[in-house]
């Protein structure tokens, strides 16, 4: 008679077996932040979560950095007025995003900023990348998306994300960084992007939803596995120094493909959709919110994530702090 229950029976026995580890280290904390001050704006389909103003940002930070939460990805809300069709506000020197790179590294230098580098955010049209009679034009767009990546290093970020799934980006935008000089600005990559229904709750939070169309031609087929792993081949090629899954929970089978296949390290998004769908389930009473937050942190880490962005990053940063006070 085999008996492995004999390696569960007390708490000391898992935790010196336990085969997966996670840390505060491991959190990325996407945050969306505004125009303004003193502006914290609840998202209504983000529960706990806010568009900020630059000085509120801040201040949560000092408390943030307490818990060990020191990877931040910032999101910024523009405003409608200062969108066009080819996202010319992401080069402004004077806009949001500089500003907000600028304040933070001056008052928390010790933090990592990344940055996301997609045109969406910025244009009229809420794709990716420029449109041109319904079609999205790849080469055009991976031109402004490395002047993006230049500006965006510029002005302080740590990490430039190419968050479009433009063809050839990674090697477009390492090429421009290093000849501009910024040999020592990392690549974030979002290697296998899926068009997804689980982004819904981060459009509403940036308004950055297609106007028209949507993103299938362009982010990758849910329905496929192995072409991930063409995606990370291409862009560790390219010059990626990380690679990510997105979304999460859906697709720990890519992120253990990619892992498995992998020289640089795998990051996971656990998507606005997943962190809400959780959220409005406990609402409910149909589970308890920390322990499946945590359990999904897990799984994140088992199937192989190095890094994980999470809208959890502050719950999960409290959970293992307490879980660590408790050992010591």
């Known amino acids: 008679m085999h008996r492995p229950r ?14 997966t580890n996670l840390h505060v280290a491991n959190l990325i904390y996407p945050v969306f932040i505004c125009d303004g001050e003193n502006i914290d704006q609840p998202i209504r389909t983000l529960p706990g979560q806010s568009r900020m103003s630059i000085d509120v940002l801040s201040q949560k930070i000092t408390a943030w950095k307490k818990l060990g939460l020191k990877n931040y990805a910032l999101f910024p809300k523009i405003e409608d007025s200062k969108k066009d069709s080819r996202g010319s506000e992401a080069l402004n020197d004077n806009g949001l ?77 390492r090429e421009a960084l290093d000849e501009n000089g910024f040999t020592k600005t990392s690549i974030l990559s979002y290697t296998a992007k899926y068009a997804s229904s689980f982004y819904g709750p981060f459009r509403e939070a940036l308004d950055s939803a297609p106007k028209a169309g949507d993103k299938k031609t362009y982010q990758m087929d849910f329905r496929n596995r192995t072409e991930a792993v063409r995606e990370l081949s291409l862009d560790i090629s390219e010059g990626a120094d990380m690679v990510m899954v997105k979304p999460g929970l859906p697709y720990l089978d890519v992120v253990a493909d990619l892992k498995a296949h992998s020289s640089v390290p795998v990051a996971v998004y656990n998507v606005s959709g997943e962190y809400a769908m959780l959220h409005f389930a406990a609402q409910a009473g149909a589970l308890d919110l920390e322990k499946t937050m945590m359990e999904c942190m897990y799984s994140f880490r088992r199937a192989g994530a190095d890094v994980i962005l999470t809208y959890f990053a502050p719950e999960v940063a409290k959970v293992l702090n307490s879980i660590e006070s408790k050992i010591l």
């Open 6 to 19: 004999r390696l569960r029976q007390t708490s000391n026995i898992r935790e010196m077996i336990a085969e």
């Open 97 to 173: 995003l500089p500003k907000a790179i600028k304040y933070l590294k001056q008052n928390h230098p010790e933090i990592s900023l990344f940055t996301d580098v997609a045109l969406d955010p910025y244009s009229s049209d809420g794709h990716d990348g420029i449109v041109k009679n319904g079609e999205i034009l790849n080469d055009e767009t991976v031109q402004i998306l490395s002047q993006m990546a230049v500006k965006q290093a510029q002005w302080g970020a740590d990490w430039v994300c190419p968050s479009d799934m433009m063809d050839g980006r990674v090697a477009a935008i």
